[in-house]
């Protein structure tokens, strides 16, 4: 059974940093994508950054290039998918979640929620001083 669980969601002063974690299990090819997106008050949700299992391709949504990092790593049959982000700013508050296309063939990814057909229940990210 596939399954996605976020962490490391919280409260942070603007300029200061939090690394989000994906915990994807039951994933046992790297026939994946795991995306991570967001979602703030009163907007829709909207792709952050995305990674291809089997080609290492990475997105960035232009808000957070530069700023946010994707990388995986496997054990076994669980994937954990990190999104290391720096600079935070106010607007980047939001619930984040992780969602998972599996499998497929596709070599990238990206940041339409179409692509995708798991998802985690998401980890609230404050920035405010």
Known sequence: Q???VESGGGLVQPGGSLRLSCAASGFTLDYYAIGWFRQAPGKAREG??????SSGFAYYADPVKGR?????SRDNAKITVYL???NLKPEDTAVYY???SY???R???SGSMGQY???GQGTQVTVSS
Not at 48 to 53: D, M, P
Not at 68 to 72: A, N
């Open 48 to 53: 952050v950054s995305c990674t291809s299992g």
């Open 117 to 119: 057909d798991y998802w």
């Open 103 to 105: 499998p497929t063939a």
């Open 2 to 4: 596939l399954q996605l």
């Open 107 to 109: 070599l990238s990814c």
């Open 68 to 72: 946010f990092t994707i990388s995986s």
């Open 84 to 86: 290391q982000m720096n």
């Open 98 to 100: 992780c969602a998972a």
